[in-house]
T-cell receptor, first 111, second 117 residues
Framework: AQSVSQHNHHVILSEAASLELGCNYS??????LFWYVQYPGQHLQLLLK??????LVKGIKGFEAEFIKSKFSFNLRKPSVQWSDTAEYFC?????????FGKGTRLSVIA | KAGVTQTPRYLIKTRGQQVTLSCSPI?????VSWYQQTPGQGLQFLFE???????NKGNFPGRFSGRQFSNSRSEMNVSTLELGDSALYLC????????????????FGPGTRLTVL
């Protein structure tokens, strides 16, 4: 069965700091990979997705993620965070079963 | 176009009662999936319907059930509510169902916040 592991439960950064959130999954077959964001009081929104092709994918709001197949990883990055990036971030994997989500990483950006 | 809508947005029930939640997918989407979100367990898959047929089912007890109508709208039902059923229930829609080769992107609704007292 697929599983997703997000390494950080809560990350606190100052504005303009760089961000990297880790995501590892366990599934040996072809996967679709996603990062979703949930802003306070709002619903889940898709940040970016990987289906195939270039393993470096760019999403909305300056986020990007790199799929490293050999490491079963799909880490999320942003060069410079803003206060408005404060939210919960979920990595999700779809292999031969419906979406499996990681437990989420809460990002707090302070001024 | 309109996004995924869920009704009601908030619900308070007592133990032992049953509840029905509704989800209207994005126009043209035929797959509807349901998820339970809790602080402790995170987002967990409940079930997925495509063209009125349940395609996938998560690891939840039989008290959790669902159905999909010919217009792709979906309902989920929880019978004999327990305190632990308190959660945010999310619905997501997509063109195709999970496991189909292809680019399957799910769009989420705002959720129904269920509180069981």
């Amino acid at each position: 069965a697929q599983s997703v592991s997000q390494h950080n439960h809560h990350v606190i950064l100052s504005e303009a700091a760089s961000l990297e959130l880790g995501c590892n999954y366990s599934y040996g077959g072809t996967v679709n990979l996603f990062w979703y964001v949930q802003y306070p009081g709002q619903h889940l929104q898709l940040l970016l997705k990987y289906f195939s092709g270039d393993p470096l994918v760019k999403g909305i709001k300056g986020f990007e993620a790199e799929f490293i197949k050999s490491k079963f990883s799909f880490n999320l990055r942003k060069p410079s965070v803003q206060w408005s990036d404060t939210a919960e971030y979920f990595c999700a994997v779809e292999g031969n079963t419906p979406l499996v989500f990681g437990k989420g990483t809460r990002l707090s950006v302070i001024a | 176009k309109a996004g995924v809508t869920q009704t009601p947005r908030y619900l308070i029930k007592t133990r032992g009662q049953q509840v029905t939640l509704s989800c209207s997918p994005i126009s043209g989407h035929r797959s509807v999936s349901w998820y339970q979100q809790t602080p402790g367990q995170g987002l967990q898959f409940l079930f997925e319907y495509f063209s009125e047929t349940q395609r996938n089912k998560g690891n939840f007890p039989g008290r959790f059930s669902g159905r999909q109508f010919s217009n792709s709208r979906s309902e989920m039902n929880v019978s004999t509510l327990e305190l632990g059923d308190s959660a945010l229930y999310l619905c997501a829609s997509s063109f195709i169902f999970a496991g189909t080769s292809g680019e399957n992107e799910q769009f989420f609704g705002p959720g129904t916040r269920l509180t069981v007292l």
